[in-house]
């Protein structure tokens, strides 16, 4: 059996650097022909940073949008086009869906979904509220709609803290959900008593600290950027935790050549393009106690692709409809984080 050394393991990941991927013949083709359908069906294209490279530079060449689930919304809502199509996972289709119910919302595929939505049942939920009845409820953006019309705040990572730190200079104790790890990395920022729900993200939970340790001797000079849903070892060596957006314009800011990342590796397409000249490097989810069920990309996200995003526009496929009571009670929390969110 072959034993490789430490720094031998960490120069067999870096084969996993980003590198662009090469467009086909029969890729450009298909994406001319994606680009007509749109065109045909009044449809812009909106798709997550975590999304394949094919996909995140159609949105582009289309003018749709490459973005984070806040933004992929807030942009469709402002679209004049008459059909958004949501490359990403289920509820950044619902969310579409409830800020813009006048527009018909597709999605590729209606299968991609999320650890946290799928971690965190509305009936068992709304239990969890029910016996907690004087905390403020504040859901992140990976949930369901019917999660979402439980509570009385929805957030993302980019805005979590502002809100948290807002609602607890109010006094307002807080119940959290999904994510334990994006919870506590907000509670020790802001100090709010924070009530979790034990979600995880399979992603980031999959990034270990100490394959991040063993990169690091061999690359001391790379600088380490972590999204906060990843466990605390993690986050603690972080150089930057933030959301995906907030990684990103870290990348621009920051003096070193060599950056670590621990979130999706979906992420790198829209990186790369901010820091041409830098060397990006997947954070390790190998070494002790990873298993690996993600490595360090949503197998929900990667159900997203040219093929069905082609069929999806050919055939209506993937229509998102969220029931009118739900849509007005889940309004209620994404409103204010938008209106909170424009007065930063």
């Known amino acids: 059996m072959t034993h490789l050394t430490e720094r031998e393991q960490v120069q067999a990941h870096l084969a996993r650097s980003y590198q662009p991927a090469a467009v086909s013949a029969d890729e450009s083709l298909q994406r001319e022909r994606i680009k007509t359908l749109l065109k045909a069906h009044n449809a812009t294209l909106v798709a997550h940073y975590y999304t394949e490279d094919s996909l995140q530079a159609l949105a582009e060449e289309t003018g749709g949008c490459v973005a984070d689930s806040l933004e992929m919304a807030r942009f469709g809502a402002a679209s004049p086009s008459s059909t958004l199509v949501v490359a990403g996972v289920r509820f950044m289709g619902e969310t579409a869906k409830m800020l813009s119910p006048d527009k018909r919302v597709l999605m590729p595929t209606l299968e991609a979904t999320c650890s946290l939505d799928i971690g965190c049942p509305a009936p068992e939920f709304s239990a969890f509220c029910d016996a907690h009845p004087d905390r403020t409820v504040v859901v992140y953006a990976n949930t ?9 705040w929805v957030v993302t990572s980019a805005i979590a803290e502002d809100v948290v730190a807002h609602l607890h200079a109010r006094g307002e104790r807080i119940i959290w959900a999904p994510d334990k790890h994006l919870g506590r990395f907000v509670q020790s920022r802001t100090g709010a008593d924070m009530l979790m729900w034990e979600g995880a993200c399979i992603v980031h939970e999959e990034f270990k600290a100490r394959g991040i340790e063993d990169m690091l001797r061999v690359y001391p000079q790379a600088a380490v950027l972590v999204h906060p849903e990843s466990p605390q070892a993690v ?7 933030g959301s995906t957006s907030q990684l990103i314009n870290a990348a621009r800011k920051m003096t070193q050549d060599t950056l670590i990342v621990a979130t999706d590796r979906g992420i790198f397409y829209k990186m790369q393009q901010a820091v041409p000249d830098k060397l990006l490097i997947e954070a390790p989810t190998g070494g002790n106690g990873a298993t690996c069920r993600s490595c360090a990309h949503c197998p929900w996200m990667a159900m997203n692709s040219l093929d069905k995003l082609e069929l999806c526009l050919e055939e209506g496929l993937g229509a998102i409809e969220v029931d009118d009571a739900i849509r007005r009670r889940a309004l209620v929390g994404l409103e204010r984080m938008l209106t909170f969110r424009n007065s930063l």
Not at 144 to 152: F, L
Request: proline content about 0%; glycine content about 0%.
């Open 235 to 241: 986050v603690d060596l972080a150089d930057v935790a």
């Open 144 to 152: 369901s709609a019917e999660v979402k019309a439980r509570a009385d």
